[in-house]
């Protein structure tokens, strides 16, 4: 038998094996057990196609080593797999050179967010609110300097402007960018280089389209909004936009009606929320990129269902939080309301949990079990918190404010969480 049959067949029962179903969420010793179930299914199932292959290797004289398949990250959701998330440490005590210290405002005493950490003390900022900027800056806390990065082309005419988003990509910056141009709101793509230079404007961006958007290789894509549809029973038809970086028309990425940005670039999923909208409980996520398509389904009991392309969030019973693989299997419902939703690709889960008397805002590494956090108390009568960084309407933000207050600015780059 040759090595590449021997391999596919160890691979095919491997997968038969795993796939077969399983509850979903059981009391720790009933997860411990199956697990245990599972060992011994693979440890016999080894040695199953240890037999074939010998056989074979005595029937034609050759002796052959097949190799593991290689597991790939540990995803898996389990309660003894959940950290405690009442008593995380901060982040600053597990990725010391994530956490950046900045000032607490700009030079001028603007407040501002955190797009992208640039290296050399160097940051993509944009100021908070309506603050009449037409593009982000790069802010030098080494030499105190802030270099707008927008140019004469971008803010001429351009009234009551405010960044959306910005993000780094490839030494330069991209963000949206919305105010009115002779009394007319407008919204508009923008991409200029971080080291100076014209700014280029990528697109026009007509009423319905998203404040934000993701990356897609060396293009943009964002949720557009069929105009004059928002009345609709079931909410305005939707697509996904793209527009290269490198300039060019905004065209429908093919067969992306009904679907919106998820969480985890460059991936998009048939789910929408909003009102006349109902959720979705089964799926699919695309890679706009590679065209790879991946079914998701929620587990029973739970709602509003979000996926990237490793695992979903959603709620459970009591509006708690609850966590679950893309079949719907693997299912754990934590004791408390709030949000957790996948970033860099799934492997971080971000968010806030409400707990009893504060509100914990998280970052979980999925890969390697370590979660940080901090918890800000709650006063009683505070509503609930909305997550990080929403300034810039960022999905998938690359940096998140830990900290800030009148003396400085604490971010965390996610990029660096390892």
């Not at 670039?265 to 590679?290: D, F, H, M």
């Amino acid at each position: 038998m040759s090595n590449d049959l021997e391999e596919h067949l160890t691979r095919t029962l491997a997968r038969a094996a795993e796939e077969a179903p399983v509850p979903g969420y059981d009391p720790v010793d009933a997860v411990r057990g199956r697990q245990r179930r599972r060992r011994r299914r693979r440890a016999a199932l080894a040695a199953a196609c240890a037999v074939v292959v010998a056989a074979v290797g005595v029937a034609t004289g050759v002796r052959t080593a097949v190799p593991p398949p290689d597991p790939g990250p540990h995803y898996v959701f389990s309660p003894d797999r959940i950290p405690d998330f009442t008593h995380l440490p901060e982040p600053e005590k597990l990725w010391p050179d994530a956490v950046h210290r900045l000032p607490a405002t700009l030079p001028d005493g603007s407040r501002y967010a955190v797009a992208a950490v640039l290296g050399d003390d160097r940051y993509l900022v944009a100021r908070d609110g309506l603050s009449g900027e037409a593009a982000p800056s790069v802010f030098d806390t080494r030499a105190g300097t802030v270099t707008p990065l927008g140019t004469s082309a971008v803010g001429d005419g351009l009234a009551r402007s405010r960044v959306l988003m910005a993000r780094e990509v490839n030494g330069q910056a991209v963000w949206f960018v919305e105010g009115t141009r002779s009394n007319r709101p407008v919204r508009e793509a923008w991409a200029a280089p971080l080291d100076g230079g014209p700014a280029r404007r990528l697109t026009d961006l007509p009423d319905g389209s998203s404040p934000r958007f993701s990356l897609a290789g060396d293009a943009i894509i964002w949720q557009q909004e069929a105009q004059g549809s928002w009345k609709l029973p079931a909410g305005p038809p939707v697509s996904i936009r793209t527009v290269p970086l490198s300039g060019g028309p905004a065209v429908d990425v093919p067969g992306s009606q009904g679907f919106d940005i998820a969480n985890a670039a460059p991936w998009i999923i048939n789910q929408r929320y909003g009102t006349g909208v109902e959720a979705k409980t089964s799926g699919e996520l695309r890679n706009v990129v590679t065209g790879e398509r991946r079914r998701w389904q929620a587990a029973g009991g739970i709602q509003f269902v979000w996926c990237g392309p490793t695992w979903c969030t959603g709620r459970g019973s009591g509006d708690r939080v609850a966590l679950q693989s893309l079949d719907g299997t693997e299912v754990v419902q934590l004791p408390w309301t709030g949000e957790l939703k996948p970033s860099m690709a799934g492997r971080l889960a971000v968010g806030q949990l409400e707990l009893p008397t504060s509100t914990l805002r998280l970052v979980w590494d999925r890969t390697t079990g370590r979660a940080a956090g901090v918890a800000e108390p709650r006063p009683a009568d505070a509503s609930p918190g909305y997550g990080w960084n929403l300034q810039l309407m960022d999905i998938e933000p690359e940096v998140l404010t830990i900290r800030s207050d009148d003396r400085e600015r604490i971010v965390l780059d996610l990029r660096a969480v390892r």
